[in-house]
Every structure is written in structure tokens, then in C-alpha cells.
């Protein structure tokens, strides 16, 4: 079946803009997470929905990282007033409960902001 | 809070030789314990994983034992192929109850494979 697919796959802005990535998880599967990259460094945590809410949104940045799942299965990240620092790849993973279960990752949004 | 350290790479092996890419953690819980491999190109797989002590996780003749007591969680495989070149990420997963089962990632190590 599908995996989890995310879209744009590039997306370069400037400085202040605003924008949003979007995630489409596996079909049925209930938890959702977001994770950024930087270069050279391993995934870190952003949020985690458990259906249309957001279970633990500690590891936002600041208040211009916001997230929601309003269905409870497409996701959109939407960051305003973009930083430089906010360049990075943006992933996305699903798994069917949230619980001890494998996380199915997307091919992620390369964000680069000039 | 939790924190995973790995070897830091590239390492660079001949086909056929033995790979040792060490992990170590840090979690205030009793966590499960994984290794995620990223190929050039593609994103981040599930390559294996343990969730509880002295259990050994196997994948694609890749293995790794979860020691508590050395809280280490070591990836070797016996014979390295030119088709093993990637970036490997150890992470672990702390279960919290409102957390789910968020990853923490080490850095990641860069293997390359030579002919």
C-alpha cells in the first residue's frame, strides 16, 4: 500500500515568509509525528498527534511552529515569519497506534529559507 | 532527559569486512531501542529493533543486543556490502503515556563500502 508521503518536496522561501508542509500518513494510522533534520544531525522531535490532537507539542521550537490534523489524518506544519535557521528537512512518520509500534517515515521537505 | 551517542563516521570498510557502529543511551524510563538506516536518496527505514533487556534485534544480517547494564545498543554485521553505504541512526523511544512513542535520534554514522 501508499506509504506516508509529504509535499512539497523542496520548498525554498525568503526570510519572514510563511509556510506550510503538509503530511499524508498511512492510511488508518492514528499517531502522527512530526521531526526536523538539520544537516548533519539526527531527526528531533516536534509534536505527536494522537488523532485530531496534538498529544505533546514540547519539542516546537517557538510560537511560530504550529501544526494541526483537523481529520485527523492529513497533517499540515505551518511556520510564520521564517528564519534562516529554520532551514532543514521536515519529516513526517505515522504509525497505527501511538503506542510500541514501528514508525513509517515520509521521504520528507527539504525547507530552505534565504 | 533521554540522549543517544553514537560513533561518530564516516566509517569507510572493504566489502566483506566486520562492521562495528557503537550506541549508547541516556532515558529516564525503560525505553525500546532501534536502529533506523537512511540510503542515498530515500528516507529513514526501520532496520531493527529491542524492547527489552538482553533481547536481540535482526535485520538483512545486521544485529544488535540491548544491554542495560552498559545501556548500549551496538549494530555489527559480519560481512558489509557495497549495497550496506548509508547513514545509520541509533534512536530510542521512552513510551510516554501522553508522548506516544517519540524518537530521539543519535547523529547519525556515515558508513561507505568499498569494492
Known amino acids: 500500500g501508499a506509504g506516508v508521503s509529504q509535499t512539497p518536496s523542496n520548498k525554498v522561501t525568503e526570510k519572514g515568509k510563511y509556510v506550510e508542509l503538509r503530511c499524508d500518513p498511512i492510511?488508518?494510522?492514528?499517531?502522527l509525528y512530526w521531526y526536523r533534520q538539520s544537516l548533519g544531525q539526527g531527526p528531533e522531535f516536534l509534536i505527536y498527534f494522537q488523532g485530531t490532537g496534538a498529544a505533546d507539542d514540547s519539542g516546537l521550537p517557538n510560537d511560530r511552529f504550529f501544526a494541526v490534523r483537523p481529520e485527523g489524518s492529513v497533517s499540515t506544519l505551518k511556520i510564520q515569519r521564517t528564519e534562516r535557521g529554520d532551514s532543514a528537512v521536515y519529516l513526517c512518520a505515522s504509525s497505527s497506534t501511538g503506542g510500541p509500534d514501528t514508525q513509517y517515515f515520509g521521504p520528507g521537505t527539504r525547507l530552505t529559507v534565504l | 532527559g533521554d540522549s543517544v551517542t553514537q560513533m561518530e563516521g564516516p566509517v569507510t570498510l572493504s566489502e566483506e569486512a566486520f562492521l562495528t557502529i557503537n550506541c549508547t543511551y541516556t532515558?529516564?524510563?525503560?525505553?525500546?531501542l532501534f536502529w533506523y538506516v537512511q540510503y542515498p536518496g530515500e528516507g529513514l527505514q526501520l532496520l531493527l529493533k529491542?524492547?527489552?533487556?538482553?533481547d536481540k534485534g535482526s535485520n538483512k544480517g545486521f544485529e544488535a543486543t540491548y544491554r542495560k547494564e552498559t545501556t548500549s545498543f551496538h549494530l555489527e554485521k559480519g560481512s558489509v556490502q557495497v549495497s550496506d553505504s548509508a547513514v545509520y541512526f541509533c534512536?530510542?523511544?521512552?513510551?510516554?503515556?501522553?508522548?506516544?512513542?517519540?524518537?530521539?535520534f543519535g547523529t547519525g554514522t556515515r558508513l561507505a563500502v568499498r569494492p
Open positions: 534512536a530510542l523511544s521512552d513510551h510516554g503515556e501522553s508522548s506516544g512513542d517519540k524518537l530521539t
Open positions: 529491542a524492547t527489552k533487556a538482553d
Open positions: 492510511s488508518g494510522h492514528t499517531a
Open positions: 532515558a529516564t524510563g525503560y525505553p525500546s
